[in-house]
């Protein structure tokens, strides 16, 4: 179990990483005030992919807590 554990965590690492890189690489070529909607967008597709990764993991039967 420590070795998937393991590669969730690298994986959720990497991909935060990915976001950091996105944002500050692409997404930000001007100075700009960043306005209530973009936050608010930006915020829920953040939020998205935490949800999807435990509804990935519930939906393919690796995510139990009672089996600890």
């Not at 005030?33 to 999807?52: H, N, R, T, Y």
């Amino acid at each position: 179990m420590f070795s998937n554990e393991l590669v969730f965590f690298c994986a959720f690492y990497c991909l935060y990483c990915g976001y950091a890189l996105l944002d500050l690489g692409i997404f930000s070529k001007r100075s700009h005030i960043v306005s209530f909607k973009e936050a608010a967008a930006w915020s829920s597709v953040c939020g998205d992919v935490c949800p999807g990764i435990l509804l990935y993991y519930k939906i393919q039967g690796r995510f139990n807590p009672r089996n600890r």
